[in-house]
């Protein structure tokens, strides 16, 4: 039997990120040292090409291990990852030079990239706490990388650099043992013949998604400075190696414990307010590190540096699994890491090139690059993880309608089989989900307007509308039929089962397109598709009743022809009301999710 995804490999996977993460934090450590000592303190751009390669290969692979997913599962897919990483490991220990330090981080990078690009789809499947998944495996990373960290100060301090990427090579190994043993997962395969499901096309025509790589890759620009840079700065400042691993280690796990909470938290209340308050505080960090010359100063800026990184960490790679649908979503959270995980080679190069001019002006660059982004993020990035007040109420509304239409349906179905005494009840049973929906109405109408002003305001309020007069109108329709019950044509009755299937049919459409307008957009969509057949349907059949109506004029009363005709128009109102309610879906979603709406 295969492990637990709930349990026992979700604990796995954790685990193995964990000392990979570990192995890493050895590398963040003393990489630029042992470059600095192999290439010659004057050649910054040269000492940097480690991280170039580390960075490059990473981006690439994350975008290539969506395909690599998909062909051969997640087991495969993690051990071949940490074969790599072990094997870049193994070169690094036996470095002489700046090439075998280059070649080495190829392999690393190339492992980390297909790793983690892995255990982000075999966590996001549930896009409602994606945020959370998320920052636990990301927390678990950079946990590792701050105790790597710290070990590494410490050995390097007293056992030579070098060796310290013996840690690296045992946690990578044994990582690559646990990575074997958690259970196969297999991804749903992208079909290309559906054009809108193209993940570059919807990657690269969004202007949300675009929006998120940037700001991913300028994250790791800025990760990339404080990596190379942060430990020479640290030592320019008269530190010891054991300080200048407390103050790595301190920023790496303000991170990796700020992360959990920060997915937590962006579940619940959305995604930009915690995505813009990361930005200003690493904006915030990086002016700190090239100014601040105290070390119990240090340590605070490496803390808030982690801290401000942890807030959007998590939060940019669930952007993308709440944008895109399943299908889409093992290369799109790859192309995601490809875009962010280059940023570690385009800030070592340019850094490298400012650094030959002015060391701390690289921190200065690097600040006034997050601020762009973060005016980015301000005006472009959607809240892709909407919180709204009344979404629960909007779902029982909903209940009420289905519940209302239902009775109706069996109200003409009763009535079609000449059951009168059995008819007339459900008029009563109709009355009260009328009355309960008036109820959950005006609870809406006071939430709303006692919330915090947002963007979809007006538009719930009228969603609630909408749903409220559709239900007020099957009742409406059954009290001009009950009127006229006696004098009903048979060529009506023929047509009364199909009539109560469709407004049925409707509503319930219409409660999925509720239901998934928040977590699966795309899925809300497709039910507001077959609305809008639906509606199209009963049109149709609309006609067909008026002309009914015209040919039996002789057969009817006046009233009882006065009867029906109401009766037909407010049947006919209640499905135009569900697909007008169904348009504010549309519209909802539109501010929110970049599928369809920006494809």
């Not at 685990?15 to 010659?40: C, D, F, H, K, P």
């Not at 409602?128 to 990373?141: C, L, P, Q, W, Y």
């Not at 620009?221 to 691993?245: A, K, N, Q, R, T």
């Amino acid at each position: 039997m295969g492990i637990s995804l709930r349990y026992s490999a979700v604990f796995l996977l954790l685990s193995a990120v964990y000392l990979i993460g570990m192995a890493t934090g050895v590398q963040r450590t003393v990489l630029s040292e042992i470059s600095i000592q192999l290439s010659g303190e004057n050649a910054l751009l040269l000492f940097f090409l480690p991280l170039i390669s580390f960075g490059f290969m990473k981006g690439f692979m994350g975008i290539l291990s969506g395909w690599i997913i998909e062909k051969s599962g997640s087991r495969k897919s993690f051990i071949a990852g940490g074969i790599l990483y072990a094997a870049g490991v193994a070169i690094l220990v036996t470095s002489r030079d700046v090439t075998s330090l280059f070649l080495g981080n190829i392999f690393v990078g190339s492992g980390e990239g297909i790793v983690h690009s892995t255990a982000y789809c075999f966590l996001s499947s549930e896009r409602r706490d994606a945020g959370a998944k998320i920052g636990s495996m990301e927390s678990s990373v950079y946990f590792g990388y701050g105790t790597g960290a710290l070990f590494a100060g410490i050995i390097a301090s007293y056992l030579g650099l070098l060796n310290s990427f013996f840690i690296s090579l045992l946690s990578s190994l044994t990582s690559t043992i646990i990575m074997a043993n958690i259970s196969e997962r297999k991804f749903q395969k992208l079909d290309f013949k559906d054009k809108r499901y193209s993940v570059y096309r919807i990657g690269l025509r969004s202007k949300t998604l675009v929006s998120t790589y940037i700001v991913a890759h300028a994250s790791k620009m800025s990760d990339s400075v404080m990596w190379g840079f942060y430990p020479i700065i640290l030592s320019s400042l008269g530190f010891s190696m054991p300080e200048i691993g407390l103050v790595q280690a301190i920023m790496m796990i303000s991170f990796s414990s700020s992360m959990p909470l920060a997915g937590k938290l962006s579940d619940a209340i959305g995604r930009r307010g915690p995505l813009l308050l990361g930005l200003m505080m690493n904006i915030i960090g990086l002016i700190g590190v090239a100014t601040l010359t105290d070390y119990v100063l240090q340590l605070i800026v490496s803390a808030m540096f982690g801290i401000g990184l942890g807030l959007y960490y998590p939060i940019l790679p669930a952007m993308t699994a709440d944008s895109v649908p399943e299908e889409a979503r093992s290369k799109a959270l790859g192309l995601y890491r490809g875009f962010r995980d280059s940023g570690y080679a385009t800030g070592a190069i340019i850094a490298g090139l400012i650094a030959s001019y002015s060391l701390k002006g690289t921190f200065f660059v690097m600040s006034f690059l997050l601020l762009l982004v973060f005016a980015l993020s301000v005006f472009v990035v959607k809240e892709t993880r909407p919180i709204w007040a009344t979404y629960e109420l909007h779902l029982h509304h909903t209940d009420l309608l289905v519940k209302a239409a239902f009775e109706f349906e069996n109200a003409l179905n009763l009535l079609h089989d000449n059951r009168i005494d059995e008819f007339e009840k459900k008029g009563y049973m109709i009355k009260d989900y009328e009355r309960e929906a008036d109820r959950y109405r005006r609870e809406m109408d006071r939430v709303i307007y006692d919330s915090v002003l947002s963007r979809d305001r007006e538009d719930l309020l009228k969603l609630a509308s909408r749903t409220d007069r559709s239900i007020a109108y099957i009742l409406g329709a059954f009290r001009r039929l009950n009127l006229a019950k006696d004098r009903v044509p048979d060529s009506i009755k023929d047509k009364m089962p199909e009539m109560g299937r469709k407004i049925r049919e409707g509503a319930e459409l219409l409660r999925s397109a509720v239901r998934n307008m928040k977590d699966y957009p795309e899925s809300a969509m497709r039910s507001l598709e077959e609305l809008d057949r639906v509606e199209h349907e009963y049109d149709v059949l609309h006609s067909e009743l008026l002309g009914i109506i015209v040919r039996e004029r002789e057969l009817l009363d006046p009233v009882s022809a006065i009867m029906l005709m109401y009766f037909i128009e407010f049947c006919e109102s209640s499905v135009d009301l569900m697909q007008d309610a169904g348009d504010i879906i549309r519209l909802i979603i539109s501010k929110h999710a970049i599928w369809p709406s920006e494809i």
